[in-house]
């Protein structure tokens, strides 16, 4: 007899309710994984129970993915993605075409805007132990090229007593923890744009720069080209 989790045989997939007519039927089921993962933990959370609280059967599910793995690894990858993406970007950009300044208040926004976005506030798996396996590779190395890029940003920024104490590995290691607490903040309630604005600031502060220098970072975001800021 197959288990709950075992992959079926994919088939023709049934019409998925259209509970949000924006959403695709394997992103209602992602949807339905990210809030069943975070009410519940991965490892209590059955195939069965995410078909059913989308409306579909669970073989018409296994037509999308092959397992919860599948779902929770495409969660994880959505989350920081974007902000590799733009992090990838703009590192390109700096110092000739952008400030590092300016770039790393650029990145830290985004991650922000990111994660805030992420289904049902995904982050909040990060340090689940399931995704320390190996399954879960590519996240981690997303995650630690984009902490790479904050620490690079971050050390080209900094002030001359910052990067004398502390490495760019250390300082990339930090920044990213920061950006990260929007996840706590979203169990508070919504994200607004002063809590990604004191985020950001805190990051530059942390680099050593100075009030003037914050501002002048936070006000060149509008002359970041729009191909990079998106």
């Known amino acids: 007899m197959r288990t709950d989790d075992r992959p079926a045989r994919p088939g023709r997939p049934r019409a998925v309710p259209d509970a949000d007519p924006a959403l695709s039927p394997r992103d209602q089921i992602l949807d339905a994984a990210a809030a069943l993962f975070v009410e519940h933990g991965v490892s209590a959370t059955s195939t069965r129970a995410i078909a059913e609280r989308v409306g579909i059967r669970q073989a018409s599910l296994y037509y999308h993915f092959a397992g919860k793995d599948e779902m929770l690894a495409e969660l994880l990858t959505t989350s920081v993605r974007p902000s590799l993406d733009l992090a990838r970007d703009l590192d390109a950009r700096v110092p000739d075409a952008v400030p590092a300044a300016t770039a790393l208040a650029a ?57 004398a104490s502390i490495t760019a590995d250390q300082l990339g290691a930090i920044l990213i923890q920061l950006v990260e607490t929007v996840i706590q903040l979203r169990r508070a309630g919504e994200v607004g744009a002063a809590d990604r604005e004191a985020i950001a600031a805190t990051c530059l502060r942390v680099c050593g720069l100075g009030a003037a220098e914050v501002t002048g970072a936070l006000r060149g975001m509008s002359e970041v080209p729009a191909a990079v800021e998106a």
């Open 107 to 163: 990145l830290v926004r985004s991650d922000v805007d990111t994660l805030s976005r992420t289904p049902h506030n995904v982050g909040v798996l990060y340090l689940l132990p399931e995704v320390q396996g190996e399954r879960y590779d590519g996240f981690r190395a997303d995650r630690q090229a984009l902490q790479d890029v904050y620490g690079r940003l971050g050390a080209l920024a900094a002030s001359p007593e910052v990067t």
